[in-house]
């Protein structure tokens, strides 16, 4: 859903859950949400000659490789999912920090997430 020809919104989710080990058993993870990109460099964005429709399937599994990274990570530091849910902003933080540099070099900024 296009919000301004500058930026538009990304529903994104993991396509199959993500398994981890809390507690000595093994749990089904999945995550889903919505962000809105920007472009912050237009010089940079137009070089790649490439539509922020066009983009847009590639930021989205580059935000779901992260959010699973994050999981993986932040999973490994928890005991059970009530404890992994309490840590969502966490998980939502770390995934934008990951993907940060990488949206900034195709001239592009996560405004809202």
């Known amino acids: 859903m296009d919000i301004t ?6 529903m ?37 000659e490439e539509s922020l429709s066009d983009i847009t399937p590639k930021v989205r599994q580059m935000l779901m490789q992260h959010i699973i990274d994050a999981i993986g990570a932040t999973g490994s530091q928890v005991s059970s999912v009530a404890e992994l849910v309490n840590k969502a902003n966490e998980l939502s933080q770390v995934t934008q920090n990951l993907a940060a540099a990488k949206l900034a070099s195709l001239g592009l900024a996560i405004t809202q997430f």
């Open 5 to 10: 020809a500058n930026t538009t919104e990304i």
């Open 12 to 48: 994104w989710g993991t396509p199959m859950p993500v398994a981890l080990s809390l507690a000595g058993k093994i749990v089904q993870v999945r995550a889903r949400g919505k962000c809105t990109i920007a472009i912050s460099d237009e010089s940079v964005f137009h070089a790649q």
